[in-house]
């Protein structure tokens, strides 16, 4: 039997180091491990244990090196709207589930206040998901998965608007932009001290299917640096 863990083959995979073995990863959404635990929906969504739970019925089905945990719902995004007057906090998550921009005025961005999110509703229920998943699934990397600042604000303005808004307002992209990066350190730097092994930053819609390469070198890149670079200096991972 392997004297290495998973947790071991990843790790020595992004250090250009060699185990035993290639580490193998099985990527797959909650769904199949609702059907192979007693957990349902609501509790996966409400009780960090029972999510872990249903990693561990995941793991064990199709055993990984490494597990992920995606670190976004509509709750949060609207969490991290922050302050925005005549909406409560419901409002803006019922409009992030429909995919209706929660800036429709772009004047509101001067309104929004970043909260402090780790001590909020949402964050601390990841929080507790990877200090438990961390902690029982020793072998096991965990890796929750953060949307980067150009996901994170279509998913507050909207993919068109947005991509419109790059020539007709540019300063205001780059605001909103700025606003998304902090929301994006605040989040992953929070899940660097929960003992993860590894943290990943997705920013699925900065893709060749929706941006230039020159619009991702202007909007994406100096903002995807800046965030890579605060993360490295706060944690080794």
Same mark, same amino acid.
């Given at each position: ?54 990693? /561990? ?64 509703? $949402? ?14 699934? /020793? ?40 606003? /998304? ?41 100096? $903002? ?14």
């Amino acid at each position: 039997m392997s004297g290495y863990s998973g947790k071991d083959n990843i790790a020595a995979a992004f250090k250009r180091e060699y185990t035993d073995r290639v580490p193998s990863r099985v990527i797959q959404g909650l769904a199949p491990g609702l059907a192979l635990s007693p957990v349902t929906p609501k509790e996966i969504r409400t009780q960090p244990e029972k999510f872990v739970e249903v990693m /561990a019925a995941l793991i064990e089905a199709a055993p990984s090196d490494a597990t992920s945990v995606l670190i976004e719902d509509a709750a949060l995004i609207a969490e991290g709207a922050g302050t925005k007057a005549g909406l409560t906090r419901q409002e803006v998550a019922t409009r992030t589930l429909k995919a209706t921009p929660l800036i429709e005025e772009k004047s509101d961005l001067a309104r929004w206040e970043l909260p402090d999110l780790p001590r909020g509703e $949402r964050l601390p229920y990841f929080l507790d998901i990877c200090r438990l998943a961390s902690r029982g699934l /020793a072998d096991t990397a965990i890796d929750p998965m953060v949307s980067g600042p150009w996901t994170n604000a279509i998913a507050w303005r909207g993919m068109e608007n947005l991509i419109y808004d790059t020539v007709d307002d540019p300063q205001f992209v780059g605001e909103l932009l700025d606003y /998304a990066t902090r929301y994006t350190k605040m989040v992953a730097g929070s899940l660097l001290e929960t003992g993860i092994t590894t943290l990943t930053i997705v920013d699925p819609s900065a893709s060749l299917s929706v941006l230039t390469p020159e619009m991702f070198r202007t909007w994406v890149m100096p $903002r995807t640096a800046e965030l890579i670079g605060h993360l490295k200096q706060q944690s080794k991972i």
